[in-house]
């Protein structure tokens, strides 16, 4: 049985794991009025350095379930430029993966009385993916493991990924490219295998309301193709955000994720919520199933931790937050 299952967990991490590797889990952390998790082009946008971590616990009450672990950084440099660094540790029974990302934007104003501004991205991954095949030793039922599977296995590698990010007062539009350095490796089976591009389309819009100044609404959808599987989701949101005063807010939210390509069958759905108090920031997701993994488990928790640093307004309106930092 245990080398069944390791045998599976081999062959997933083989077939999804290059997939992935260019960019971080993505659940609903981006909702943390944090858009660099999604983009390289938000990078430096806001008057502050913005720290947030985040931990996740997935499929709550299934044995060895997924967690994660990542940190998240960008602040602006010079006056229409941004850098970022994000950091991630995932864990998946005897998987894990580790990656870094390091990103720079560039940010140029197209109009400033209708306040339209584009920004350039570019991004570099470095990834781990590592199998601890030690708790799957010899026994009665599986004298001699399969010679493939002995061993701790490991597998490095590395690539780009660029964005590009269109503002228009409360509008934005960001589109992304991964894997754009398309590499043929050989798996940890030793079988030889061809990454395609992966895309991400984000959009979404910042309602201000004209009768009470301190209340906004942003709708937002986030669009990812996995090109080298063939797979898609969609995440539609929505959130509530209110200042209570010198910045200070709460918000509400909820995020629903639909998998494309089974037509359209829902995934996941669930409330967020968050404050932000001075230079603290909080939140908190949970993302309850709806398919069948739904029975095993009581859904997926998120907490995000949060500060902002260097409090500093920009030269370039192009570098400004639409929301009030």
């Not at 290059?18 to 858009?35: G, I, K, M, R, T």
């Not at 082009?41 to 720290?51: H, M, P, S, V, Y």
């Not at 350039?120 to 199998?131: A, E, Q, R």
Request: proline residues 3%; charged residues 15%; aromatic residues 14%.
């Amino acid at each position: 049985m245990k080398k069944t299952t390791l045998i599976i967990s081999l062959q997933f991490f083989c077939f999804f794991g290059f997939s992935q590797e260019l960019y971080l889990p993505v659940f609903s952390p981006y909702l943390a009025d944090n858009h660099f998790i999604v983009s390289p082009t938000f990078a430096g946008i806001g008057d502050n350095l913005r720290i947030r971590a985040n931990g996740l616990t997935q499929w709550v009450g299934i044995k060895d379930a997924p967690k994660n672990q990542s940190l998240y950084a960008d602040f602006r440099v010079w006056n229409q430029s941004g850098i970022g660094i994000s950091l991630y540790n995932d864990s998946n029974g005897n998987t894990s993966q580790l990656g870094a990302t390091i990103s720079f934007a560039h940010h140029i104003i197209l109009d400033v009385a209708t306040q339209q501004y584009l920004s350039f991205g570019l991004s570099y991954h470095l990834n781990t993916f590592k199998i601890d095949s030690s708790p799957f030793n010899r026994s009665l039922q599986t004298p001699i493991l399969d010679p493939s599977i002995v061993d701790n296995k490991a597998n490095h590698n590395s690539n780009v990924g660029v964005g590009l990010l269109y503002r228009n007062r409360g509008f934005y539009i960001s589109f992304n490219a991964s894997t754009i350095v398309t590499e043929t490796k050989a798996n940890f089976a030793q079988t030889a295998t061809s990454w395609g591009l992966n895309y991400q389309l984000y959009l979404g819009y910042l309602i201000k309301n004209s009768t009470q100044k301190n209340v906004e609404w942003e709708p937002s959808i986030y669009h990812r193709i996995i090109n080298g599987v063939r797979h898609s989701t969609t995440d539609m949101n929505i959130k509530y955000r209110r200042y209570i005063k010198e910045g200070n807010y709460y918000w509400l939210g909820v995020s629903h994720r639909l998998i494309n390509d089974q037509a359209v069958k829902p995934l996941t759905i669930g409330p967020m919520t968050g404050f932000k108090k001075a230079t603290f920031y909080f939140g908190y997701s949970y993302q309850v199933n709806l398919n069948q993994i739904a029975t095993y488990n009581s859904g997926t928790h998120l907490f995000t931790f949060g500060f902002d640093f260097l409090q500093r307004t920009g030269n370039c309106p192009c570098t400004r937050s639409t929301i009030h930092d």
